[in-house]
């Protein structure tokens, strides 16, 4: 009787795993398309002493060395982990090695890799409670768009204000809140040394508005007063060299790295455009209003 038994579960599990077979694959999900740049690894270069640059083409992503360990600012795409990992490596940074990851703006192509990150090294994230609910949401209802850019939750597990300083190794990272792209934007800012000089070291956050409803505004509705407070903080920022998430924006190529910087751009020249094309486009929604 036991060995019928056995011959019928076996017959029945037989039939079970046939008839799931013959299903179709499920889908591939559909990925938030972007530009080639911005997925296309260069290799690492130094931009000052203990400051590396280990993005890709289109999109920053920064690595601070220090004797008691390294910080990561920004990473880009989600499936950029592993080439941020690897290029770690080879700059001598295991894993348990980094210590901080810092982030500009709570957007997929900017942080996409950070809840892997974290989890491959232990890192702590640190951010202003503003973006902290968007990185734990995983970036659904986003002010502006909505449930389009997506990517895996990340944990904030240090609240910093604006003007707090993250320390680290002997490095002072100072955070400065510049609303606007988003509600959470920040900068941040440290001193290095180039050429056996001190240089003031400043990473800026996007200060776009890439289609943003800028009048009357029911979700961000000081949005345009956000914006103009940030260009006057940014104009005032220490920055001998400036840096930002789209490296393009701040006069970088880094495909090129034999010259990564051939048109250095400087706060003010950065705040000053990002101003004027605000302003623009502001007259434009005005008009269209009337």
Known sequence: M???RLCFAVC??????SAFAADPVLPQ????????SWRQPVAPFRIADSTWYIGTQGLSAVLVKTPQG???IDGGMPQAAEMLLARMKTL?????????ILYSHAHTDHIGPLAAIKRATGARVIGNAESAALLARGGSDDIHFGDDLLFPPVRVDRFVMDGETVELGGLRFKV????GHTPG??????DDRRDDKPVHIAYVDSLSAPGYRLID???????????RRSFATVRALPCDLLLTPHPDASGWTPAATATPHPQPTTCRAYADGAERKLEGELKKQRDAAR
Do not use: Q
């Open 2 to 4: 036991t060995s019928l």
């Open 12 to 17: 029945c599990l037989s039939l079970l795993t």
């Open 29 to 36: 999900s559909k990925a938030y398309e972007t530009d080639d």
């Open 70 to 72: 390294a910080v990561l």
């Open 92 to 100: 001598g940074v295991a894993p348990g090695d980094l210590k901080y």
């Open 176 to 179: 400065h809140f510049t609303p």
């Open 185 to 190: 934007s920040v900068s941040w800012t440290w």
């Open 217 to 227: 505004n029911p979700r961000y509705p000081r949005i345009v007063e956000d914006y």
